[in-house]
Each structure stands twice: as C-alpha cells, then as structure tokens.
C-alpha cells in the first residue's frame, strides 16, 4: 500500500495510504495492523474510543483515561501509543489489561471482536465546521504534511472526504447504523460541545458509563486537570512558531473566524444531503 499524492479540486496534494477498501489513512499510518484491524482479538475489560480526527480527540481521551483509573494527573504517555494506525499488531497484543485502546477507523473496520458486545465503546463527535478548521492547521502546520493551498480549496477537500479517515459524514453515517444495528455493544456518544458546555454533567455520565462514581469535587478537579491550558502545558506534541499543534484552541465556534458566509451555506448544504436522516448526531456552532 503505497502513500498516494491525493489532488484536490484545485490541484493541491496531500500524501496517504489508500487502503484496499478504497479509504484514505493518514501517512504515518501501520499498513499490517489496519489492513487486518477487523481479526486484532480485543478483550472483556477493554475500552475502545472512537472519533474522527480533530474531534477534541486528545482531550476527551485524557478525560476517559483519568475517569476509568480515578488518578487525576495527565498521562505521559501519548495516545498515539494506543492509537490502532501507528502501532504493530504485536504491540497491542502484549499490552496489559485494562486496555484503553483509539482509532480513527470506520465501523465496518473495527476488530469483529467489538460485536460480541463485551467490550466498551466510546464514541465522540464535534461539529463539522470546527473539524473542517482544525484539520487545516493539521495539514498546513505539521512538517510531514505541509499543504499549500488556501482554506477555499481546502474546504473543497473537506466536504469531498480527501483526508485521513476519508469522509467524516460516511464515518458518521456508518456508526448510526452500525450501532442500530448491533445493540448488543455497550456504548456511549459524547459531543465535543456538550463536554464543554456541561463539564460536571456530562463527565459524571461518562463516568457513570465506565463504572465509576465520583463526587463533584473530584470532577471538577478532572476538569482543571485536562484543561486546554493546562495540557498545553503538560502533554507532548508537535509544536511549531505558533505553538502546540494537538492542542491549539479547544474552543466551540472557531470557525467564525476561518469560513466565509458562503463557505459556511454550502458546507450547510453537504451536511443537510449527506446525513439527511441521521438522528444521532446533533451539532453545536456556538459556545
């Protein structure tokens, strides 16, 4: 599986692997272990978190973490280190349980094990627009990647799903009816927006969900712990002139200051055709 120059509309490129189903994955991705992810055997007590990239994907994985182990402290290690696409097979294999285990990947790509419905599933979205911009920086800050086109072609590249994890309204569509019907699968589904504008709420759910029970005080010590500040300053990443790279704004509405009025009716349109019937997923624009 070769990495692939994938043009978009106005001819800028971006470099991946196109995986024998078609799809796109990012080029850092391990070939073996996602070519084969459906046969990775998983067990009883994992945790598997699901998103599509730039979902707030490093935050809310920090917030699973401490809210399963109940020790408030940021992670050392990445987690790109549980992360499916950058990993050997082996690698998981030897990993101690609980495993709390990420991908990008579409619902049809997981491990098959996931249907047994022991194992649990996070599954976390934010609104497109915000996704839209936050890849962008991705693409035109980290060095591996470099785009050079402007946002009004990258937008295009967007709304046509030329990016790591391909179309982020298939990936969407896909998990709705992949959960409808498995409803076997333990699961839970968290917004971006409403983890941020719900913060003891929406933690004491997801805890809830884990098993855990915690009290007040302790969740908002959780959310002080995994602030955007405060990650900044603790987590690793990529960093360039402007800054980190993984944890660059966390806010809802960036957008606002990317998308012209006419970039933000068309992509209204895509959304409004490509999850026309979808009820899972309900989006927030504003903080």
Not at 11 to 36: A, H
Not at 209 to 218: A, I, K, N, Q, V
Request: some cysteine; proline content about 6%; charged content about 30%.
């Amino acid at each position: 599986m070769p990495l692939e120059n994938v043009a978009d509309e106005d001819g800028y490129t971006l470099k991946f692997y196109r995986k024998s189903d078609g799809r796109l994955s990012g080029n850092l991705t391990n070939v073996d272990t996602i070519e084969n992810l459906p046969s990775l055997p998983l067990r009883d007590d994992d945790i598997l978190f699901c998103s599509y990239p730039k979902s707030g994907c490093h935050w809310v994985w920090e917030n699973v973490r401490i809210l399963q182990t109940g020790e408030i402290k940021l992670d050392a290690l990445p987690k790109e280190r549980f992360f499916f696409e950058q990993n050997e097979r082996d690698y998981f294999n030897n990993l101690p349980s609980p495993r709390f285990l990420n991908t990008h990947e579409h619902f049809d790509r997981l491990p098959r094990d996931l249907l047994k419905g022991k194992m649990k599933l996070v599954l976390l979205y934010r609104n497109p627009k915000d996704i839209a911009v936050s890849f962008y920086h991705h693409h035109t800050r980290l060095p591996y990647y470099r785009y050079e086109g402007p946002f009004s072609s990258y937008i295009k590249r967007f709304a046509a799903g030329q990016l790591n994890a391909s179309c982020v309204f298939d990936y969407w569509r896909e998990f709705e009816e992949g959960l409808k019907q498995n409803p076997q699968i333990p699961h839970i589904i968290l917004s971006f927006e409403d983890l941020k504008k719900n913060p003891l709420s929406e933690r004491h759910r997801l805890a809830k969900f884990l098993g855990r029970s915690y009290d007040d005080e302790f969740i908002e010590q959780v959310a002080e712990a995994t602030s955007i500040d405060n990650m900044r300053r603790e987590k690793e990443g990529p960093k360039d002139e402007k800054g980190s790279i993984y944890y660059r704004k966390g806010e809802i509405g960036d957008w606002k200051n990317t998308f012209t009025v006419a970039q933000s009716e068309r992509l209204d349109s895509i959304i409004e055709s490509k999850l026309k019937g979808c009820q899972m997923f309900r989006f927030v624009y504003s903080p």
